[in-house]
């Protein structure tokens, strides 16, 4: 275990969520090593539903009208929906997370999936508030299970998320067979030295024995994470039940969630294929209907982008798993290469599991850099991914050169 220095610490009363809601926000100031509670009011819950709406709230009584994306008062903000965690309906695990962008200098919000925000969220969270720079490495730890918060020193050499996430999933859980209660929040060394970054929510998986990553992709999330160096987030809980999220109406939720969930496994195998091929298997659409980028939008199809059809894709795809990045989710669009091999880079040669890769980095790393191997797209997907760089950011700055071609010719 990591010798670490607890700087700050925190307690709160645990309480079940009700309709919900905790109506109770976490904020915290990196700086002045400042944990509390901020209460969420009735006016919160009616005019800004959601975690968008919490999160754009919070962000305007938090930030000036001049507030640059590195300065201290910048905020990171990450909140959970009513709905969120619930384990009765599709596509719950969501997060929110908003900043000032880095890239445009104005409000950003990224939706990511993984276990992050659900556990964030039974721990007696509607959002998290960060602010403030650190004066030196840390981590923010929140202990869902013993009502406790935490900011730690983070002397870890690792940066990297896939490593960094394992490690410190390895270390918060109480023995191996309870790290899947465990989520980490994290950018790797890329987000220190470019502003395309983004951050990996994760979630273990029991059955590869592996932390997997979401993205919160856009406008530089990760950038900001690690401006205030803050190494990452971490929450654990293990109270989950079917019940936990304590919605309005939970038989109509359930009778609504079923009803989908029917829809999804009678349709998917004709429809969509999510569980074979993930969102993958937009490539020969796009294609088909002139809207794949290739080579930085110039063309949208080309005959060579059947390389990179959700065909070949299902091949490297570990199948008949229930690849979902939150429990109850039956979509199972998580795909994942696993036993994959890099073969350039400093992971030459190690054996590694790549989440993805999804439609939009097939689209952004493949065929609008005219990349037509689908390992060479997944190789990339896995040092973005680890490195803490948006994919379609990526993609989008590396195929700018096609249009100067375009333009000298």
């Not at 930030?63 to 384990?87: H, S």
């Not at 809207?291 to 110039?298: A, E, G």
């Amino acid at each position: 275990m990591t010798d670490r220095r607890i700087l700050a610490e925190f307690s709160y009363e645990l309480k079940p969520v009700i309709k919900g809601y905790n109506r109770r926000t976490l904020y915290i100031d990196l700086g002045g090593k400042k944990i509390e509670s901020k209460p969420v009011s009735d006016m919160m819950i009616d005019k800004f539903v959601g975690g968008k709406g919490f999160d754009l709230y919070l962000m305007w009584h938090g930030v000036k009208d001049d507030t640059k994306w590195n300065d201290p008062e910048n905020e990171l903000c990450i909140a959970f929906g009513p709905l969120c965690g619930n384990t009765s309906y599709p596509g719950s695990g969501k997060s929110i997370v908003t900043t000032i962008s880095p890239l445009t200098g104005i409000p950003v919000d990224c939706n990511v999936g993984g276990h992050f925000g659900p556990y964030a969220k039974f721990s007696g969270w509607d959002a998290i508030e960060i602010q403030g720079k650190a004066d030196e490495e840390v981590i923010v730890y929140i202990d869902g299970d013993a009502g406790k918060v935490k900011i730690m020193s983070a002397p870890d050499k690792e940066t990297n998320s896939h490593i960094l996430a394992e490690n410190l999933i390895n270390e918060f859980a109480e023995n191996p067979d309870k790290r899947q209660f465990v989520s980490v929040v994290s950018a790797g060394q890329g987000a220190e030295n470019v502003l395309i970054s983004c951050l990996n929510f994760s979630f273990w998986d029991k059955r590869r024995k592996v932390a997997r990553l979401k993205q919160a992709g856009r406008g530089g999330t990760g950038t900001v994470l690690r401006d205030k160096k803050l190494k990452a987030l971490v929450v654990k809980y293990s109270g989950l039940k079917g019940d936990t999220n304590n919605p309005v109406d939970l038989e109509t939720l359930q009778k609504t969630g079923l009803k989908l969930h029917k829809e999804i496994e009678e349709g998917d195998a004709t429809q969509c294929r999510m569980r074979e091929v993930g969102t993958a298997h937009l490539v020969e659409i796009m294609n088909d209907y002139d809207l794949l980028p290739v080579k930085n939008f110039k063309y949208g199809q080309s005959d060579e982008a059947s390389s990179l059809s959700s065909g070949e894709f299902k091949k490297l795809f570990t199948q008949g798993l229930p690849d979902g990045c939150w429990f109850g989710c039956s979509l199972s669009c998580c795909k994942a290469v696993d036993g994959f091999v890099p073969r350039t880079g400093p992971y030459k040669g190690q054996t590694v599991s790549v989440d993805g890769p999804e439609y939009e980095t097939v689209g952004g790393c493949g065929s609008n850099l005219c990349i037509w191997d689908p390992k060479d797209v997944v190789e990339l997907n896995f040092y973005c991914d680890t490195y803490g760089i948006d994919t379609i950011s990526f993609g989008t700055s590396c195929a700018l050169p096609w249009n100067a071609m375009s333009m000298e010719s």
